[in-house]
């Protein structure tokens, strides 16, 4: 079975820290993915890997960075965490053509 | 945004087939539909997917209407179990992020 692995259940920082939220997949998946989920919001998504350093965009990049030097870890970087990214993380990964398999995600709280 | 659109919430009785609808009036000939599911505090379980012909794997069979425009996801004998919020999205993988954000889903919930 596959499994995506997300370094934190839960976190707890302050408004300005350096936030590395770490991501682990052991089924040597090319795709890697990072969402934030809010209420009422969905799922959207942040920065999607489809190889070791190589990254593309998503919905909401904007406040984020992402890292992808091995090809099964994926960091998602907040360069000075701020209020308005408290919310759920989830990471996923994915074969190059098939489906994402989900982390279960790591609680964010920016004080 | 996401490409789909799919009603916020339904009800079904326990026992009885669970239909979710899906429209996705914009999908290309190489998107592919996929069904997740989210029970609450997990991440989202993948279900089925499917291009243009009807699919069915041991959890839900999948009907992707002929002009591809909609489809619908099965449940055939819904259980309590099956309470969670549904997703459906088009994506393309050799079409980067495009299609990769989910919307808000919908939120079903098997009464007893």
């Known amino acids: 079975d596959v499994k995506v692995t997300q370094s934190s259940r839960y976190l707890v920082k302050r408004t300005g820290e350096k936030v590395f939220l770490e991501c682990v997949q052991d089924?040597?998946?090319?795709?890697m993915f990072w969402y934030r989920q809010d209420p009422g919001l969905g799922l959207r998504l942040i920065y999607f890997s489809y190889d070791v350093k190589m990254k593309e965009k998503g919905d909401i990049p904007e406040g984020y960075s992402v890292s992808r030097e091995k090809k099964e870890r994926f960091s998602l970087i907040l360069e000075s965490a701020s209020t308005n990214q408290t919310s759920m993380y989830l990471c996923?990964?994915?074969?190059?053509?098939?489906?994402?398999?989900f982390g279960n995600g790591t609680r964010l709280t920016v004080t | 945004d996401a490409k789909t659109t799919q009603p916020p919430s339904m009800d079904c009785a326990e026992g009885r087939a669970a239909n979710l609808p899906c429209n996705h009036s914009?999908?290309?000939?190489?998107?592919?539909v996929y069904w997740y599911r989210q029970i609450h505090s997990q991440g989202p379980q993948y279900i089925i997917h499917?291009?243009?012909n009807n699919e069915t794997n041991e959890m839900a069979s999948l009907i992707i209407t002929e002009d591809r425009k909609s489809s619908t996801l099965i449940l055939p004998h819904a259980t309590l179990r099956d309470t969670a919020v549904y997703y459906c999205?088009?994506?393309?993988?050799?079409?980067?992020?495009?299609?990769?954000?989910f919307g808000k889903g919908t939120h079903l919930i098997i009464q007893p």
């Open positions: 089924m040597d998946h090319e795709n």
């Open positions: 499917g291009l243009k």
């Open positions: 914009t999908i290309s000939g190489n998107e592919y």
């Open positions: 996923a990964s994915s074969l190059r053509r098939s489906y994402l398999h």
């Open positions: 999205i088009v994506w393309y993988s050799g079409g980067g992020a495009d299609g990769l954000t």
